[in-house]
């Protein structure tokens, strides 16, 4: 059998060859489109991970910076608290520093230079000032005494008599520190001279004596040469009523006190910020408070 060739004409064979090529480029580009619809498809999935990915990424950022403004915020107000602790500390050890200032300072101030002497309290008989100092002998009635005050009293007894003395006063030491003693002497003196009620009114009970503590002054003149009650007619009487608490005296028993028998002659040291006080409220140091003296013995030689 013969197998019978179909004869093509050229005509038919340009449609051939194009319906082919036809039908090959359709397929191309199906397969060529599809490929790129996966591609996109894949690409937008991808992306839509990514995306995912970035927000919750995002989104950890965000947390985390307000964890961490959130801790600064925190820390700020730690620092804040750690400063205002601080402050106070330091305030806290100044305080307890002056404290200490203060207690160490009162150490060394004896206490029984501010105390009131009366009937019911008194000093002891063993007592004596720390350390005394004696009063030059231009300033003494008689100058061939021995005259003493307590060391830390006597410059601010000399200032007061040296400015006296500038302003022209006739102002004198009697007498200063009195040992128990002789008191004591001073006392059975005066009882056998004047009989023991009227040596009671007029010379302390040698425990009571203001004398003792190297703090307290007899004052008189030129003149009177003795501890008279007169002394409160002279000038330098109403010099030291004007002056003396500026020194840091003040007078014990002035008139009409309840306590003793006015003595306008004697004077004692309580330190300049007491007697100031004193002055400015008119009152007498025998009618204070204990108490409230004592607030006052950390100035004592200031
Ligand atoms: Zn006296």
């Known amino acids: 059998m013969k197998i019978k060739i179909p004869h093509f004409t050229t005509k ?4 051939i060859t194009g319906t082919i090529a036809f039908f090959i480029g359709i ?12 591609e996109l498809k894949d690409t937008r999935s991808e992306f839509a991970v990514s995306t995912s990915t970035l927000n919750t990424t995002i989104k950890e950022l965000e947390e985390k910076l307000a964890d961490s403004k959130k801790e600064n915020e925190n820390l700020s107000d730690v620092l804040s608290d750690e400063q205002k602790k601080t402050v106070e500390l330091e305030r806290e050890r100044r305080r307890n520093e002056k404290k200490i200032n203060t207690l160490t300072k009162l150490t060394t101030i004896d206490p029984e230079l501010l105390k009131k002497y009366s ?3 008194f000093l002891s008989e063993n007592y004596v000032p720390a350390k005394l100092d004696t009063i030059g002998t231009n300033f003494l009635v008689d100058p061939t005494k021995d005259i003493q005050i307590l060391d830390g009293v006597s410059s601010y007894l000399i200032d007061m008599l040296e400015d006296a003395k500038r302003a022209g006063v006739d102002l004198k ?5 009195r040992s128990f003693d002789y008191q004591k002497t001073l006392k059975s003196q005066y009882k056998v001279v004047y009989g023991a009620g009227t040596a009671n009114q007029f010379s302390a009970e040698q ?8 703090t307290a002054v007899d004052f008189t003149t ?5 501890a008279e009650t007169t002394f409160d007619q ?13 020194y840091g005296f003040i007078i014990s028993y002035p008139k009409g006190n309840l306590y003793y028998q006015y003595e306008p002659w004697h004077w004692r040291f ?8 004193m002055h400015d409220d008119g009152k007498q140091f025998y009618e204070l408070d204990q108490r409230d003296i004592d607030e006052y013995l950390v100035k004592f030689f200031d």
């Open 12 to 15: 038919d064979k340009i449609i």
């Open 222 to 226: 030129t003149a009177l040469r003795s």
């Open 27 to 38: 397929n191309y580009w199906a397969y060529y489109t599809t490929n790129l619809y996966t």
């Open 234 to 246: 002279t000038a330098a009487y109403a010099w030291l009523a004007k002056n003396a608490y500026k």
């Open 119 to 121: 009937k019911v309290y």
């Open 207 to 214: 425990g009571y004596s203001e004398h003792q503590l190297g």
């Open 270 to 277: 309580v330190g300049v910020d007491l007697a100031e006080d």
């Open 173 to 177: 030491v009697l007498s200063g520190y």
